[in-house]
Each structure stands twice: as structure tokens, then as C-alpha cells.
């Protein structure tokens, strides 16, 4: 993890350098502000946990902090220490609750938790009664996930402390559970049985919507907006072309150019075989790097795709742990030399489209990316 020292060339790469992963924080700025107009009137968040899905959350949140943004989501008391660091004055809730003795962790880092039922509530309240901490909390209601979260009763329950003051809640939470499809009938009954709970949390902010959330309408907006996964380039709206635009891009160093005759199989197994003599180029990615190898090109069945001098060219057999082989016949001959790079990532290939080939979805394909690319980003400044 290297950072180079002018992502726009590739020329400044160390030579033994396998690629190069640039993120560019401009665009993800650029998300993030068309998120909270999307949301108007509601608050706009942004959730950073898995390094920023793979992004850097030092850098996303530096960058985000310095848009406007001021709610920050993370996993792990972790990562509200790396988004605290950078961002001083920001809110920080932190997803996966309170855990057994963390409360120091918690006052340490000004962040606050996630609460899921109600021990984790009795925990922190003891926490707060003997450390005299008065740190705020949010609290998550399950309506439907069935995952984390207060039971709706157990939510409901809590409506005299609410009324009572001092209860130290500062906002009131829910998950989608399929958000990124339109017409799906469990988004009305969430908002709905979500619009009910956030009624008895009088004066306390709501929050709903993840990022295909926000494009279900305003109902879902409530106070605040929780998007993560479109703030990186991720389609929010899968079944229509994608609102955002694309942050990431990944080049990676061809260790070969070699022609074999027809009959001839590539890789592990052999599970391709060629047509005809054809030229191969052997890229320093695999596996290891995050590539994943159900992308590998099997005979006459569609594989994933590489751009190579300008054009689109199929992965040719298994995916090695660090390596993969692309089909590069129809290039003129010299294209692709021994050194050069191909794009996986960029140039038209999204991370919807590989996770697509990953047999995953592109949050995964972005939590993937491998820690062997010299990583750089543009902008953010
Ligand atoms: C991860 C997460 C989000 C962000 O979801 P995206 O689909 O990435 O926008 C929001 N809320 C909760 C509770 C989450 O766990």
C-alpha cells in the first residue's frame, strides 16, 4: 500500500509494482453530494465501515468531513477511531452495538453505539451511570431483517423513558431488507412499521434508508440517510442504469505475452481450450488480489473481461491465486507488450459488472480489492 507519487502515471510506478488501484475522492465527494440532494430535506450520512469498503477510510473520511459531511457510520470501534482521527468534530455511530466492557473504547472516541436490545442498553446505561459518561447512543429497531436490533415490543417499550427526558437517544434506526428492489412489498411494511416506532420516539432524528433506499422516494428519507455502498460507485438502482459515478480504477501489469496452437488448454484443469493459435497475456492478478476465480473463462461459456489496448478481451481459463490469462488474438499484434497494463477495473468495467462475473455483488468486489496494487488517489484536497 504504497501511495505513488502521481496516480495519473503509470510511468512513476515502482518496476515491480503487480498494479496499480486509484481512488478517486473527488468522485466520491461528487456521490456523496448528489446523495444529500437526492434526500432533501433529510440529513446526508455516510457509512465508512470496511475501509471504506475497501476505499481507505482515513482518506474517504478526511475528504467527506471536509464536503460537509458530519455523520459518519462504521462497523467497529476500530474504524470509529480511524474516522475520529481525521475528522474531529464528527458524529460516529458505530453498527455492531455495544460489546461487553467497551464503554471505555466508547468515551475514548466520542462515538457512540448502535444499540440492539436490551441488555446491550442495560450495559451502556451502567456504563454511563458509573463512568458519569454522557455520550448518546442510537437505537436500532429490527423491522424485518432479523439480524440486529430491538424487537418492535421491546422498542415499544421503551415509549415512558422516552417521555421521561434525559433518555440519551439521539437517533432512532432501521434496515432495509430489500431495498434495491423497487416493486419488493417488504419496503412498505418496513416504512411503515418504522414510521410507527420513530412516532414514539418523540424528538429523537429517524434513519431508514441505505443507498437504494434513498431512491424508494421521500417516505424513506425520514431525518437522516445512511448510504455507503453508492458514496464508492455501486448501483443503487440495479434493475435501471446506474445514478452514480464509477471511483475506482484498477490497472494491472501484463508478466507475459505468449502464443500457443489450437487444441492447446490454458491454466488449471484445463478448462479452456484454444480455437486457433492465439496470443495470451498473462496478468499479475489472481485470486490473492481479490479477482475472484469464479470469473474464470471456461470453454463457451461467457467470462469476464479485461481491457486491453482500448479493447474488451476474455479472461482465458482459471483464475490462478496470482494470476490470470487473457485471450489478446484479436489485438494487432504488439499491442501488448511484457511490462505494459490492462484495466479490470474502469474504462467501462464496473464493479457491478465483475461482481456480476464474481457471482457476488459489487460491495463485495470493492471489500475485495487486493493489498498487493500500489493504491493511490486523486483529488479529495
Ligand atoms: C452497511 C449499512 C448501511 C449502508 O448500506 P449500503 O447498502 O452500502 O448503502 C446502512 N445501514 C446499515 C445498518 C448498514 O449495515
Known amino acids: ?17 503487480t498494479g496499480l488501484l486509484t481512488i478517486d475522492l473527488d468522485t466520491i465527494v461528487a ?63 458505530v453498527l455492531n452495538g455495544f460489546f461487553p466492557g467497551s464503554g471505555d ?58 417521555k421521561g427526558g434525559k433518555h440519551g437517544f439521539a437517533l432512532v434506526m432501521s434496515h432495509l431488507v430489500n431495498a434495491e428492489m423497487l416493486g419488493d412489498s417488504v419496503n412498505g411494511r418496513q416504512v411503515a412499521a418504522f414510521r410507527e416506532i420513530a412516532s414514539l420516539f418523540s424528538g429523537v432524528p429517524a434513519s431508514l434508508a441505505n443507498s437504494s433506499g434513498i431512491f424508494l422516494g421521500s417516505q424513506f428519507h425520514f431525518d437522516l440517510v445512511r448510504p455507503g455502498a453508492a458514496l464508492y460507485g455501486v448501483n443503487p438502482t440495479p434493475e435501471a442504469d446506474t445514478p452514480m459515478q464509477p471511483v ?8 507475459q505475452v505468449r502464443t500457443i496452437e489450437k487444441g492447446e488448454t490454458v491454466g488449471y484443469g484445463g478448462t479452456w481450450t484454444a480455437r486457433q493459435q492465439t496470443r495470451l497475456a498473462v496478468i499479475s492478478a489472481g485470486y490473492a488480489d481479490g479477482y475472484f476465480r469464479a470469473a474464470g473463462g471456461i470453454d463457451n461459456l461467457r467470462s469476464a473481461e479485461v481491457i486491453a489496448a482500448g479493447q474488451r478481451c476474455p479472461v482465458a481459463g482459471r483464475i490462478s491465486m496470482d494470476l490470470l490469462a487473457i485471450d489478446i488474438t484479436a489485438l494487432p499484434p504488439g499491442a501488448i507488450r511484457r511490462g505494459g497494463m490492462v484495466t479490470l477495473i474502469g474504462d467501462g468495467i464496473t464493479v457491478d459488472e465483475l461482481g456480476r462475473h464474481f457471482d457476488t455483488i459489487g460491495y463485495e468486489v470493492l471489500t475485495s480489492l487486493g493489498r498487493r496494487y500500489v493504491r493511490a488517489y486523486k483529488g479529495g484536497a
Not at 1 to 17: E, Q, R
Request: aromatic content about 8%; some cysteine.
Open 248 to 255: 475506482v480504477d484498477l490497472k494491472a501489469r501484463v508478466a
Open 105 to 162: 473504547q466508547y468515551a475514548k472516541f466520542d462515538c457512540r453505539p448502535v444499540l440492539g436490545d436490551a441488555v446491550e442498553l442495560a450495559e451502556w446505561d451502567a456504563f454511563r451511570t458509573t463512568s458519569g459518561w454522557e455520550g448518546l447512543a442510537a437505537v436500532h429497531v429490527d423491522t424485518g431483517m432479523n439480524r440486529l436490533g430491538f424487537r418492535i415490543a421491546d422498542a415499544q417499550a421503551l415509549e415512558a423513558r422516552i
Open 31 to 93: 456521490n456523496w453530494r448528489k446523495l444529500s440532494s437526492q434526500a432533501i430535506p433529510a440529513d446526508c450520512a455516510a457509512v465508512v465501515k470496511a475501509d471504506a469498503y475497501g476505499c481507505g477510510i482515513t482518506q474517504v473520511s478526511r475528504a467527506l468531513a471536509k464536503a460537509g459531511c458530519r455523520t459518519f457510520f462504521v462497523a467497529t470501534l476500530d474504524e470509529a477511531r480511524a474516522v475520529r482521527e481525521v475528522t474531529p468534530t464528527s458524529t460516529i455511530y
Open 1 to 17: 500500500m504504497t501511495p505513488a507519487s502521481d496516480p495519473k502515471s503509470i510511468d512513476t510506478l515502482p518496476a515491480g509494482a
